[in-house]
């Protein structure tokens, strides 16, 4: 049986706010700008830049407006932001955020550790969100939390997931992204619950978002590809972890990402060699490795 792959990937860069947001050291603005444009000169086409939630909950996030105040915008790229609520979404819309995320999760624990209230509340909580940004013609794309399993419940069923997504994608996201925080999806599982979530949502408006905790993430995006998803959530240098989701680790590198995707001749419009440039600059900021398998390999060819 012949597999067919989309002929070009849609990456949503996510490294400058899932990334960074679980950092404890303080990380100055003009570090997180040059991180993003760095990713841009990349070639990157869309990047999560922030998010305008409790600044108590996520200290990290506090200068979100600071950061898209004082980056440089290329033309044609997309600067997103997460807005958990009206407040949020007034914060984002002060500063030009050029499209929102909502997020909710399909464990109800990890809603309310995460988010303060119930998924059914969280739902409600968007309404005014959303009618706020189609107001202001601004996108708005949908997390779903926990899709593989739930860091507070354990297994969750592929059920809660489509229900979430169906409703997101219902009440106006342009997308959702199906969200494996704690990166304990594997193959099997991964491919059971994208089948019945694809029964309630079309692959075209669904993203993948894999953390790396278990080693899984490249493989479950195969699998997601031959499903017909071509949206890609990942971070550079493999940055990241949600504070609400403890042992979580980073997202899966956009380095590996690209990489493999490369190797399928799969277009994505990034530079590798500067995309790596980009994740150098971030982990030496930071004071660490680079988490990107395929930086290091190719870092210690250069
Ligand atoms: P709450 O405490 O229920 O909100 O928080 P509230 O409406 O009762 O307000 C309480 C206080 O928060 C008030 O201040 C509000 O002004 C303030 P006070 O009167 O106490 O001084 N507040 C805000 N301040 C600034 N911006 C706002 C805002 N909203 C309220 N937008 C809330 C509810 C959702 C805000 C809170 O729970 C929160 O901020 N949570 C943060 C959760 C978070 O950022 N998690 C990480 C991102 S999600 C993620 O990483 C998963 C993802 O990557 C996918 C995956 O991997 O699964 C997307
Ligand atoms: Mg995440």
Redesign the pocket.
Known sequence: MSIFYPKQVHIVE?GP??GL?NEKQAIDTSIKVALIEKLTEAGVQYVESG????????PQ?AGSEAVFTELTRVKGVTYAA????L???E?ALSVHVDEV?I?A?ASETFSQK????SIAESISRFEPVIAAASEHNIPVRG?????AGCPYEGDIASEAVAKVAAQLSAMGCYEV?L???IGTGSAGSVSAMLDKVISAVPADKLAV?F?DTYGQALTNIFVALQKGISVI?SSVAGLGG????KG?SG?VATEDVVYMLNGLNIHTGINLDKLIDAGNFISAALGRDNQSKVARALISKR
């Open positions: 996510v706010r899932d947001q998010s305008f939630v409790n600044p108590k909950w996520v996030m997460l807005t958990p609520n407040q949020g979404f914060r995320a997020f999760a995460n988010i303060n209230c997390y779903i939390s926990c899709v992204s969200g494996d925080t978002h953390h959530d949600c504070p609400y989701a979580a997202n």
